[in-house]
């Protein structure tokens, strides 16, 4: 028997909590019904919003995939929640006067601050794809197009790629880059091809990820670094730090590249960041993923997220469904380990982030985590199936 196929029965679960956990969240909780808009974070025990005021871009966006997305595998209940919060995104991010959206609004739909956020407009098109393709929503893809065209005239950066933030009238911020941004940039792009159907998708994902090679990953060490300076040269205090949890994302997102038909070569790139994720990430003396190590692969940060779970997840589906080797029990035990460490069905929620020996430290619920369990659970489906 194949590792992956023993994988079943757990992705079973791991679908079922994304369709019978998630979805509900996303649907009756999170979603704001006197403004509208979602909350950005709830109470682990009551599934209240947990006072705050703010409403960021990037939570708005990623609570709307997930209601698309589950639509596409089959429950449209959450179609009323995502035309209300399309709306919502609508009149109260978009700047009506200088082009793109704004980075945050209070509870009520204020814009509180109006600065323009890459990765907010990141997953602002990867939102609008997945809702042109479960609803039709009205202007979708039109909106995408002038987005991006916005973001390319405004936001574009010596050396290739773009700014992280700018100013309402587009001034930006040269004190850091991040390859973060670009790499949901990346996806974003991705998405909206596949929604359209459209080549200028693909070649503008072909500059992404020709960025990536030439300036995110390092070829001494086939690392990914994570924070630059202004001509990409990797920051002098933060230049050293390395996240296996998006050495895993990548992997997942060149794969995807590669079945879209991208005209950048990357297997060999996607082989060397799955090896050194998959060689220093882990903890082995308390399980689970590193937050960061450093180019060595010495771990700098122990604690533990959820998310380099799902995005390990996804990284081992990816490389199955390619045909490449995946450590032997892998993604089961992965599966089994998010299961074990961070889900709590019973309780309908989960752990955001824990110490290294397993001590929980953010227990509230955020707007932000949903996306990625679901497209984890999606994945892992789709690919070995869950049945």
Known sequence: MESWQIAVSHVAALRGFAMATLLPLCRDKFADPVHGGFFEQ????????????????????????????????????????????????????????????????????????????????????????????????????????????????????????????????????????????????????????????????????????????????????????????????????????????????????????????GAVPVAAASARLFAVADAHGYDPEHAGIHDQIDRAGAPLLTSRRIWPVTEAIKAHTARIEAGEDVPAGQPDRLIAHLFADFLRPERHGWIETMSREGTPKQTTLPGSTPYHLFLAAAEAARVLGDG
Not at 198 to 203: D, G, H, I, N, S
Request: proline share 5%; with cysteine; hydrophobic share 45%.
């Open 42 to 261: 709830l109470d682990p025990a009551t599934h209240a919003p947990v006072p705050g005021g703010r409403k960021r871009l990037m939570v708005q966006c990623r609570q709307l995939y997930v209601l698309s997305h589950a639509a596409l595998l089959g429950d449209a209940t959450g179609q009323a929640a995502a035309e209300r919060g399309y709306a919502f995104l609508r009149r109260c991010y978009r700047d009506q006067e200088n082009g793109g959206w704004f980075f945050r609004t209070d509870e009520a739909g204020e814009a509180a601050d109006r600065s323009k956020d890459l990765y907010g407009h990141a997953f602002l098109l990867f939102a609008l794809a997945y809702l042109h393709r479960a609803f039709a929503a009205p202007d979708a893809l039109a909106l995408a197009a002038a987005t991006y065209d916005e973001v390319a005239e405004k936001m574009a950066a010596p050396g290739g790629g773009f700014w992280d933030r700018a100013d309402e009238a587009w001034e930006p911020d040269r004190s850091i880059r991040r390859q973060n941004p670009h790499m949901h940039l990346l996806e974003a792009l991705l998405a909206l091809h596949e929604a359209s159907g459209q080549p200028r998708w693909l070649a503008e994902a072909d500059k992404l990820v020709t960025l990536f090679l030439h300036r995110f990953l390092d070829p001494a060490t086939g690392t990914l670094g994570e924070y630059f300076t202004a001509d990409w040269a990797p920051d002098p205090v933060m230049g050293a730090i390395v996240e296996p949890g998006h050495h895993f994302e990548w992997v997942w997102l060149l794969h995807r590249y590669r079945a879209a038909g």
